[in-house]
């Protein structure tokens, strides 16, 4: 079955449709929506809104874009707007104990387990810069949008974000107050 | 020349340096490996893989749909006069009275609680004796199959288990979940709605076990 007929029978209501376009893109919007929270439970809340939005908007979906695009923008979306309504942020918790990567793409377990870690530590509007930026693809105009500021605001965050996850990073490669460490040097 | 601030490097990750700038990190080799390791790990976060979402988190979402209506499932959750109208509920009927002697699901005995928290007792020997009653005996496994994966659903949003015993407890009601899903296959053996949430169902059963076995193996308790 292509993808067109599978969003039609999930426009219909049609549940194994639904069942097989989660099945397909759930890490995917999982990973952005988990990495702009910072937080295990709110991810998967975030998560969970952006499907049940996308289900529901599924009827105005006419195929402009990939599906895995517009999915992805909902994702997005959604989460930025329920961090903007809560009013209080969940503790970090650090690392992700719960959290598996689906298909790790960069062959260092390790180095991505950091860098997961880090971006947690980073200020909520840097992190969310520095991953619809860097980790999305998305350009400044478009971070601009979906946030409300300025594109050279977001270009400021972006770099004020990468100095400071790379410090982060530092910390994290010598966590026993040894001297700092390359941090690519493992 | 002093070296070059942070921000600076982290601009210079995606533009051209100034012609001073450039000088000076053709010889100033820290700011040259600072700049080389900023590029690496922009690179590396490009590079991030996706991430699975949490056990029970399908579960939890199709709980959800349903309960918002977004999933249609074939028509059922449109209620039991649809059920009658489409003969469905009639077909169904006639197969519990076919199965006679079957034990049916605690839905029947409508003690949904009793059933999520002792699946064991939930069991019941009465047998419909009219179509009538095995119709209103499949609306009732209906309902409580619906009851349970909105319950199942409501203890997976009250967060992740911390522990090995609250593990347990919803590996309980996921049973009870399995069970009433059991139940309304056994009541319409042929329908794909129910036969697919069966094997999602036993899917989440068999990864949370997974996880249980895990956690014990690792002495969280």
């Known amino acids: ?186 | 020349m002093e070296h070059l601030t942070k921000e600076t490097l982290a601009r210079l990750v995606d533009e051209r340096p100034h012609p001073e700038q450039r000088d000076h990190l053709a010889s100033c080799t820290v700011c040259a490996l600072e700049l080389r390791a900023l590029r690496q790990q922009t690179e590396a976060l490009g590079s991030l893989p996706d991430l699975r979402p949490p056990p029970g988190d399908w579960v939890e979402l199709e709980a959800r749909l349903m309960s918002e209506g977004l999933v249609d499932g074939g028509g059922r959750s449109n209620g039991f006069s649809v059920l009658l109208r489409t003969g469905w509920m009639q077909a169904a009927a006639a197969v519990i009275l076919f199965l006679g002697g079957t034990s049916f699901g605690a839905a029947m005995s409508g003690d949904v609680e009793g059933a999520i928290h002792d699946p064991a007792n939930a069991r019941i020997a009465s047998v419909p004796e009219s179509v009538q009653d095995a119709a209103e005996a499949v609306y009732n496994a209906e309902q409580a199959y619906q009851q349970a994966l909105v319950q199942y659903g409501q203890i997976e949003r009250g967060g992740r288990a911390q522990n090995y015993g609250e593990l347990l407890g919803r590996a309980a009601t996921l049973d009870a979940l399995l069970a009433a899903t059991q139940e309304a296959v056994r009541i319409a053996p042929s329908d794909p709605f129910f036969n697919g949430l069966l094997v999602n169902t036993l899917a989440e059963r068999e990864q949370m076990l997974r996880q249980i076995s895990s956690t014990r193996d690792g002495g969280w308790f």
């Open chain 1, 1 to 186: 079955m292509t993808e067109a007929q599978l969003i039609r029978r999930a426009c219909q209501g049609d549940g194994p449709a639904i069942r097989v376009l989660y099945e397909r893109y759930a890490a995917r919007v999982y990973a952005v929506v988990r990495r702009i929270a910072g937080d295990d439970d709110l991810a998967q809340d975030y998560a969970q809104e952006a499907w049940i939005r996308a289900i529901r908007a599924l009827p105005t979906f006419r195929g402009d874009a990939r599906f895995s695009t517009w999915l992805h923008r909902i994702a997005v979306n959604s989460a930025l707007q329920a961090l903007r309504k809560a009013e209080t942020r969940q503790k970090r918790e650090g690392p992700m104990p719960e959290t598996i990567a689906a298909n790790p793409t960069s062959g260092d377990v390790l180095l991505d387990e950091r860098l997961e870690q880090a971006l947690d530590q980073l200020p909520v509007r840097m992190r969310q810069v520095l991953i619809l930026h860097d980790v999305e693809g998305y350009t400044h105009e478009e971070i601009g949008e979906l946030l409300g500021v300025a594109p050279g605001t977001s270009k400021s965050q972006l770099f004020k974000a990468r100095g400071k996850m790379r410090i982060l990073l530092q910390a994290l490669m010598a966590p026993n107050g040894q001297e700092e460490v390359e941090a690519w040097s493992i």
